[in-house]
């Protein structure tokens, strides 16, 4: 069944430098995008945090960004401000165009996102008569496979790593050269050793994007980890959260030493 994302933005790339352009402003490798699969791509500030998340596509010889709604105003601005001369057009198509989920379905014409989703980018006149389904569904498989959303609550909050997109360099390349906070990730990834990561927990206690995760055994009164995505699915809870690696296996509670309790979920 199809899942409408109504709650995410969509930019067009054209012109010959589109490709460089991107290629320079995004952290991943831009020329190893394949045309028929998403690639995760953060859109990084100077000290290397994330602004924005991106789905980057192939449409030809132009490119699609897709991400969080409620960051356009402020990344469309941004990223007009560094075309300069370059031959590049930046188009805001998210009302001309309809972002469809699909779950573990082979469907022509589809970006694969990941092995259980993927997306269709469909004419918004062509969706009026689509039955969609109850997009909890689509946000729950988007925790189960670990894909984290970037928000207007958590924009500069976090640098790539704590998201697990430096895992097979799924968001990360560290061989494509400068781009915004390259420089911080890169010291990171070949020195240091990401002190927070990305877990799936579940809850009996709603939740929001943007909470704090504390845990019990720390000695330091600071949040441990920060809520990124969250779902309510039947009578449970369920979110993506960061949380320092140093404790994952601890007693989390949310907000406070005294509130609800996360269980960690673990996958085979």
């Not at 991400?67 to 990223?79: A, G, H, M, N, T």
């Not at 689509?130 to 500069?156: G, M, P």
């Not at 915004?180 to 990305?198: D, N």
């Not at 809520?227 to 039947?234: G, N, P, T």
Request: charged share 25%; with cysteine; net charge negative.
């Amino acid at each position: 069944m199809p899942y409408q994302l109504t709650n995410r933005a969509l930019f067009k790339l054209s012109g010959t430098d589109a490709e460089n352009f991107l290629q320079a402003q995004l952290s991943n490798d831009i020329t190893k995008l394949d045309d028929n699969r998403v690639q995760l791509s953060a859109y990084c500030q100077h000290q290397g945090k994330i602004l924005a998340l991106f789905w980057v596509m192939r449409d030809g010889d132009d490119f699609l960004l897709s991400f969080s709604l409620d960051l356009l105003e402020v990344i469309l601005p941004r990223l007009k401000m560094f075309v300069l001369m370059s031959d590049v057009v930046i188009e805001d198509i998210t009302n001309a165009f309809t972002q469809v989920g699909h779950i573990d379905a082979a469907i022509d014409n589809t970006y694969l996102i990941n092995q259980r989703l993927s997306v269709e980018i469909v004419v918004s006149d062509n969706t009026t008569n689509l039955d969609y389904s109850n997009q909890e569904e689509w946000s729950k498989t988007c925790i189960e496979t670990a894909l984290a959303e970037v928000t207007h609550a958590t924009s500069e909050k976090f640098v790539p790593q704590m998201l697990n997109l430096d895992i097979d360099e799924i968001g990360v390349n560290f061989t494509k050269g400068c781009y915004p906070g390259q420089e911080v990730v890169a010291r990171l990834h070949y020195l240091g050793k990401a002190k927070r990561r990305l877990f799936e927990f579940k809850s009996s206690e709603p939740l929001s994007v943007g909470d704090s995760l504390y845990c019990e055994s720390s000695k330091s009164a600071k949040a441990s980890g920060i809520v990124v995505s969250h779902i309510k699915y039947e009578a449970e809870f369920y979110s993506l959260a960061t949380l320092e690696v140093a404790h994952k296996d601890d007693l989390i509670t949310l907000n406070g030493v005294d509130g609800a309790t996360l269980t960690r979920i673990e996958h085979e």
